[in-house]
């Protein structure tokens, strides 16, 4: 079965760090694109990056410069390295191989508040 | 960056209805186009990719259309499991963006 569960959320003061883990199985990551999408408390989803197989790696506006995502294929996991970080960025975060094939995480929640 | 705008926002419908959500993008994305479902506390399913294809175990009930600018999720008959969010995502090229959803309620 192909899985994809996340890691890493948690209540940090604005400004703070934080970086969260996606673990796939039954999936190869490195030949593999996979996304981070999150949703704030009562909003829409948003799309916020994707790593290709190739490396290559895309950002949505809102989180251009502060978050960074990577992979280690040997742990079959990507990272969600988020720097800089504000009230507007407390949402669930979902890892996620949008739609070829479609595979979602079960989100993990990230609280940013003093 | 392509803006998918949605509408309505919400609606209210009564079970057996047939419903209707609208999804339009700044610029044409030819056909790269899905349709998702999210029920509250759950991450959303895909009901719907390339604007037209329907996912395998998706009830015929659903139907997607439209290509280039204009898209449209057709629920043709309204049944209760069906009152959630539907959003669209663009897949056209990064970055992908969602529209902003609409929100199926029970008239």
């Known amino acids: 079965e192909v899985q994809l569960v996340e890691s890493g959320g948690g209540l940090i003061q604005p400004g703070g760090s934080l970086r969260l883990s996606c673990v796939a199985s039954g999936l190869t990551v490195s030949s593999h694109y996979i996304n981070w999408v999150r949703q704030a408390p009562g909003k829409g989803l948003e799309w916020i990056s994707v790593i290709y197989s190739g490396g290559t790696t895309y950002y949505a506006d809102s989180v251009k410069g502060r978050f960074t995502i990577s992979r280690d294929n040997a742990k079959s996991t990507i990272y969600l390295q988020m720097n800089s970080l504000g009230a507007e960025d407390t949402a669930v975060y979902y890892c996620a191989s949008l739609i070829y094939p479609d595979i979602w995480g079960q989100g993990t929640t990230v609280t940013v508040s003093s | 960056a392509i803006q998918m705008t949605q509408s309505p926002s919400s609606l209210s419908a009564s079970v057996g209805d047939r419903v209707t959500i609208s999804c339009r993008a700044s610029?044409?994305?030819?056909?790269?186009l899905g349709w998702y479902q999210q029920k509250p506390g759950k991450a959303p399913k895909l009901l719907i990719s390339g604007a037209s294809s329907l996912q395998s175990g998706v009830p015929s009930r659903f139907s997607g259309s439209g290509s280039g600018t204009d898209f449209t999720l057709t629920i043709s008959s309204l049944q209760p499991e069906d009152f959630a969010t539907y959003y669209c995502?663009?897949?056209?090229?990064?970055?992908?963006?969602f529209g902003q959803g609409t929100k199926v309620e029970i008239k």
């Open positions: 610029q044409g994305i030819r056909d790269d």
């Open positions: 995502l663009q897949d056209y090229n990064n970055p992908w963006t």
